[in-house]
């Protein structure tokens, strides 16, 4: 059910702000009305949206005689002090919208918060597939799936006394199993869903579980939404094919409804998110608005391709990471360019991210693959350097070849240090004359190993012997290299200063 409270923060994305709330903020809301000015019938509703109202002692009229408990109104503050006394004396919650919002973008906002929280009389809301399943089920007879378009479970129908072994199976792991999802393919079972509307049935096949199916498509115009599977050892009757039909298209309202919801809070919290990363004055208040808790975060940046295809499954992947909003999932994430961002609540013990991380991975397709960098613990007003570590941490997965599938900043801070000193050094940024570039073009030019032999002896801090076994020579060659260098170039290599700059140098220009 959809309150007061959460009406007001995520209308605070639109620039929204709450003038007074005179009842509790855990105030249900249920219904919608606007003023129409050319109907002159009483109409009533929980938030009233007074499009076209001039004055805001007129709206808090109107939203009083609708018998509002909050009413939606647009100007600029401060809001007329004595329509907010009577909007208190009314105990309606006054939410006063910027200008530039327009009523169309805050009806579609309101309508979709109120219909996503509205019950059933069954005491669950309206996108609750589980309970039309259950009626469904009751009117055909028979056991009953709904699946999406990529063939997982979004709900069933509750009895499974006389499930066969691949429903449970279907159930338990929320998809087809891919012994059956290939029989189907191989019975041309998604081509027809793909191109018709009737129901399909698919005889009975016991080596794979199956004691038989009616399918029928869920379709929104020739936008395939789903699925609808009803087990049975036989064709349907007419009766039940025509009831299978109208669920089906019961079904595609529930899911347009879904997914318009679901798009609506997903914009408010992306937008939310993006703010945290480019830098806020107000982080702790965005952090509230989110629903986080206090403390400390990290954010990870994930990049998904299939194949050659980049960043071909990046949308799967900010689907399924925003899949069950509101307080239900641990972290919060917006899509930006072609990567995935998403905050968690995580302090110095990694193990949350990863394990969020693993999760992703574990319900995008076998043939994803993803790759990811963490970036370390932030305070809220840390996370635009948390994010650029992620991306850095990102950035440097992408040039490994197998292994996990993130890079962790807090492990791999010294590769990311030396991969920015590498992007400065391609960049210009560092001096193009010194002892580093004098001995790089004296190698190029005759053929020498200065350079080799400067790394090998600092890496060994000054010890010959170690140096000279790296390097596969006799220490007295390191000698004699050592002061051939210092007759060509100033190398000092006494001063502890001296050293460490070349240290960086060689570093930065390591391919």
């Not at 191989?186 to 009975?204: I, K, N, Q, W």
């Not at 200063?497 to 391919?511: D, T, W, Y």
Request: hydrophobic share 45%; proline share 5%.
């Amino acid at each position: 059910m959809l309150r007061l409270d959460r009406l007001v923060n995520v209308l605070g994305g639109y620039g929204a702000r709450l003038c007074c709330a005179p009842a509790s903020r855990d105030v249900e809301l249920r219904s919608v009305v606007v003023h129409d000015p050319t109907d002159t019938r009483p109409a009533t509703g929980d938030v009233f949206l007074s499009v076209g109202v001039d004055s805001a002692a007129e709206a808090v009229r109107l939203a009083r005689a609708a018998r509002a408990v909050a009413m939606l109104v647009r100007g600029s503050p401060p809001f007329d002090e004595s329509a907010l006394a009577d909007a208190v004396d009314g105990g309606i919650a006054v939410l006063l919208v910027e200008p530039e919002v327009s009523w169309s973008q805050l009806s579609g906002v309101v309508y979709g918060l109120v219909l996503e929280g509205r019950e059933t009389e069954a005491g669950r809301g309206p996108t609750d597939l589980f309970a039309f399943a259950d009626t469904l089920a009751a009117e055909i007879g028979s056991a009953v799936t709904i699946e999406d378009q990529m063939s997982r479970v979004l709900a069933y129908s509750g009895s499974q006394q006389t499930a066969d072994p691949a429903r449970l199976e279907t159930i338990l792991g929320r998809r087809v199993p891919d012994t059956v999802r290939r029989l189907f393919e191989r019975e041309g079972v998604f081509a027809h869903l793909a191109t018709s509307d009737e129901p399909l049935f698919v005889g009975p096949s016991p080596a794979h579980g199956l004691r038989g199916r009616v399918v029928v498509a869920v379709r929104a115009g020739r936008e395939l939404l789903g699925s609808i599977w009803v087990e049975c050892e036989r064709p349907l009757p007419d009766e039940r094919r025509t009831a299978l039909g109208d669920g089906a298209r019961a079904v595609a309202l529930h899911l347009l409804r879904s997914r318009v919801s679901a798009d609506l809070e997903r914009q408010v919290e992306s937008d939310l998110v993006i703010r945290l990363l480019e830098g806020t004055a107000d982080a702790p208040a965005v952090i509230t608005r989110l629903g986080l808790p206090r403390g400390r975060f990290r954010v990870i940046a994930l990049q998904a391709h299939i194949a050659e295809e980049r960043h071909a499954a990046v949308l799967l992947a900010f689907e399924r990471a925003t899949t069950g909003f509101g307080w239900s999932r641990p972290g919060r994430s917006t899509l930006f360019g072609n990567t995935l961002y998403t905050l968690l609540p995580c302090d110095s013990d990694v193990t949350p991210a990863l394990d969020w991380l693993a999760a992703i991975v574990n319900v995008l397709p076998r043939q994803v693959t993803v790759l990811a960098g963490v970036g370390g613990p932030a305070d809220p007003a840390q996370l635009p350097s948390c994010r650029q570590e992620a991306d850095e941490s990102l950035a440097l997965r992408a040039t490994r070849q197998g292994g996990a599938p993130a890079v962790v900043y807090d492990e791999s801070w010294d590769e990311i240090l030396l991969q920015r000193l590498r992007a400065a050094a391609s960049a210009g940024r560092v001096p193009a004359r010194g002892p580093v570039a004098d001995l790089t073009r004296h190698d190029a030019e005759h053929g020498t190993h200065h350079i080799a032999t400067l790394r090998a002896w600092l890496e060994a801090q000054g010890d010959l012997a170690v140096a000279a076994s790296r390097l596969g020579v006799h220490p007295n060659t390191i000698r004699y290299r050592l002061r051939r260098m210092a007759e060509l170039t100033d190398l000092r290599l006494e001063l502890p200063e001296k050293r460490l700059a070349m240290i960086i140098a060689l570093a930065a220009s390591r391919s």
